[in-house]
């Protein structure tokens, strides 16, 4: 949210915020978000969490045909592999905007996670104005 402008940047943004209107805005620009994984992953060892994170992958086709996005970004450097696989399969390659992974915005990798999706963004609204 604090990469698209939703949140302030030097505001923290507590446990509990309800985020329902920066959701809204989000969802409002076209934007979606799709976790791979329909079920929590965190807590698994990683030898399941990569398996569950793959199996994910195949159904991300399914999902992302339902909202019918113009554009995808893939985050996180264990997901990417796998979801932009699946997602080419599908005939989705050429609506993801990101060639490699974007960082997953926590323990310490937020500025670079703004900095890069801002880019892509705003790589993106240049686009359309061409």
Same mark, same amino acid.
């Given at each position: 949210?604090?990469?698209?402008?939703?949140?302030?940047?030097?505001?923290?943004?507590?446990? +509990?915020?309800?985020?329902? #209107?920066?959701? =809204?805005? *989000?969802?409002?620009?076209? *934007?979606?978000? /799709?976790? &791979?994984?329909?079920? #929590?992953?965190?807590?698994?060892?990683?030898?399941?969490?990569? %398996?569950?994170? /793959?199996? +994910?992958?195949?159904?991300?086709?399914?999902?992302? =045909?339902?909202?019918?996005? &113009? =554009? %995808?970004? %893939? !985050?996180?450097?264990?997901?990417?592999?796998?979801? =932009?696989? #699946?997602?080419?399969?599908?005939?989705?390659?050429?609506?993801?905007?990101?060639?490699?992974?974007?960082? *997953?915005?926590?323990? +310490?990798?937020?500025?670079? *996670?703004? &900095?890069? %999706?801002?880019?892509? !963004?705003?790589?993106?609204?240049?686009?359309?104005?061409?």
């Amino acid at each position: 949210m604090r990469a698209l402008e939703f949140w302030p940047v030097d505001r923290p943004m507590r446990k +509990g915020c309800d985020k329902q #209107s920066m959701l =809204r805005r *989000f969802r409002s620009i076209g *934007f979606f978000l /799709i976790d &791979t994984c329909e079920l #929590s992953v965190d807590k698994l060892q990683p030898r399941q969490r990569r %398996i569950s994170t /793959i199996q +994910g992958a195949s159904t991300l086709p399914r999902r992302v =045909r339902e909202l019918d996005p &113009t =554009r %995808i970004v %893939i !985050v996180k450097k264990t997901v990417f592999k796998p979801a =932009r696989q #699946s997602l080419t399969e599908a005939g989705f390659g050429d609506r993801i905007m990101n060639t490699k992974p974007l960082p *997953f915005p926590s323990h +310490g990798n937020q500025r670079k *996670f703004r &900095t890069m %999706i801002r880019r892509l !963004v705003d790589k993106d609204r240049l686009r359309k104005v061409d």
